[in-house]
């Protein structure tokens, strides 16, 4: 999984995995690897496993990244302040292209 699934997943974990991704990736496991319905139950009790897993990841990364952002700006002065915010935009953005 980690090294066949997690490219393809990463690419796609935005709303892929939300609003019936799975569903979809289900449907095409089954029918691109002809999965028998015992193979098709456990494909989708994985793929469960695997998205809560994922987003519980996302989730505390989330919350390291805010902390972290906190704690440094706990130690800027105003104008430090002001111009850390500056350059998280632009990071921010540049992501988003």
Do not use: C
């Not at 690419?11 to 569903?23: D, I, L, N, R, V």
């Not at 998205?51 to 805010?66: A, F, G, I, N």
């Amino acid at each position: 999984m980690r090294y066949g699934i997690h490219g393809w997943v990463s690419q796609a974990s935005g709303p892929y995995w939300k609003e019936g991704g799975k569903e979809i990736s289900l449907q095409r496991f089954k029918r691109e690897l002809e999965l028998t319905p015992e193979q098709a139950e456990q494909m989708e009790t994985v793929l469960d496993d695997f998205v809560l897993y994922y987003q519980t990841l996302q989730t505390q990364m989330d919350e390291v990244r805010s902390s972290g952002k906190e704690r440094i700006v706990r130690i800027l002065n105003p104008e430090q302040r002001k111009r850390f915010e500056r350059m998280m935009s632009e990071l921010q953005s540049r992501r988003l292209r």
